[in-house]
């Protein structure tokens, strides 16, 4: 496994506020959030960024937008509505190169703007 920041927290090498994890991913806080409610759903198998998603793990993507669905519906924000969002690469805005999912919820989220 890599050694990003991530790759940490799943080993437990570093603290985090962990939310969920089953065996294939963890969910924790992010540490700078965007939103009220800003949580990192990251699967546990190393890939770095999205374009070096295999058609094979396809399911891998798949499972970090059910557990991000299922974790706000038992948070109650669902039906208010949420963001799911996954960078790639540097014009992308990931900082951090493994593949993760932000879910962002708690507020009334804009429009995406231009880029920069």
Same mark, same amino acid.
């Given at each position: 496994?890599?050694?990003?920041?991530?790759?940490?927290? +799943?080993? $437990?090498?570093?603290? #985090?506020?962990?939310? *969920?994890?089953?065996?294939?991913?963890? &969910?924790?806080?992010?540490?700078?959030?965007?939103?009220?409610v800003?949580?990192?759903?990251v699967?546990?198998?190393?890939?770095?960024?999205?374009n070096?998603?295999?058609?094979s793990?396809?399911?891998? +993507?798949? $499972?970090?937008?059910? #557990?991000?669905?299922? *974790?706000?519906?038992?948070?109650?924000? &669902?039906?208010d509505?949420?963001?799911?969002?996954?960078?790639?690469?540097?014009?992308?805005?990931?900082?951090?190169?493994?593949?993760?999912?932000?879910?962002?919820?708690?507020?009334p989220?804009g429009?995406?703007?231009?880029?920069r």
């Open positions: 496994m890599a050694d990003t920041l991530f790759h940490k927290i +799943i080993r $437990r090498e570093i603290p #985090a506020d962990i939310v *969920y994890e089953d065996e294939h991913q963890i &969910a924790f806080r992010d540490i700078a959030p965007q939103a009220p800003h949580v990192l759903f699967p546990k198998v190393d890939i770095a960024t999205l070096d998603v295999q058609a793990q396809a399911e891998v +993507i798949g $499972r970090l937008h059910v #557990a991000a669905a299922n *974790y706000a519906k038992q948070q109650g924000f &669902a039906d509505g949420y963001r799911v969002v996954m960078n790639c690469n540097g014009h992308g805005g990931q900082t951090v190169f493994q593949v993760h999912l932000h879910l962002l919820a708690g507020a989220l429009r995406f703007g231009t880029p």
